[in-house]
């Protein structure tokens, strides 16, 4: 059975799916360079992901400050991409067509990129930490919960982007299909 795509209708593409994450357009043509996909940019959302894995090694302000990086590069994506449609939509459909894409790009990187990512890191290294104490390596217990969860980062990627994207095409983006 083929997957449903929620997408709506522009004047300048006649398609755009509203994924949060998706670096082309439907339609299979070459989009412009992502810098916020396509570049080192991207990097910047995984830092509470880092921050997350030296929790247990620098001060907690700065672990706060990795969210703060991340969300911004959030909130920078949702306005550049929102920004975008609204640009290539005429007077009457704008409006409604940035809030659609707007609102799909925030909660799909904030549950994608900062939310459940920082979480899974930080569950990642505290039962790391626990089974070190624990252990005969309790005296390296600091630089191997940092490099398990540094080395975690990549793992995790895939399956949480694959899952926020399967969550919202059930539960969000149908309501925002039909706004």
């Given amino acids: 059975m083929a997957k449903e795509v929620c997408t709506f209708t522009t004047s300048v593409n006649p398609v755009i799916r509203l994924s949060a994450h998706s670096s082309m357009p439907e339609g299979g043509q070459d989009p412009e360079v992502d810098v916020f996909r396509n570049t080192p940019v991207r990097y910047l959302g995984y830092a509470n992901e880092v ?38 939509e005429d007077e009457n459909t704008r409006n409604k067509a940035a809030i659609k894409i707007g609102a799909d790009v925030l909660l799909w990187q904030s549950f994608a990129s900062v939310i459940i990512p920082g979480f899974t890191i930080n569950r990642i290294c505290a039962g790391t ?10 005296k390296l217990t600091s630089p191997i919960t940092v490099a398990v969860g540094l080395a975690s980062i990549p793992l995790i990627i895939h399956p949480i982007d694959r899952s926020v994207d399967h969550a919202m095409d059930l539960a969000i983006r149908p309501h925002l299909k039909d706004i």
């Avoid at 620098?58 to 969300?71: C, E, F, H, N, P």
């Fill in 129 to 138: 930490k626990y089974l070190l104490k624990r252990s005969p390596l309790s």
């Fill in 51 to 88: 921050g997350e894995a030296f929790r247990s090694v620098i001060d907690k302000k700065l672990v706060w400050a990795s969210y703060g990086v991340a969300s911004l590069y959030v909130l920078a994506d949702t306005v550049s991409k929102a920004a975008s449609v609204w640009k290539s």
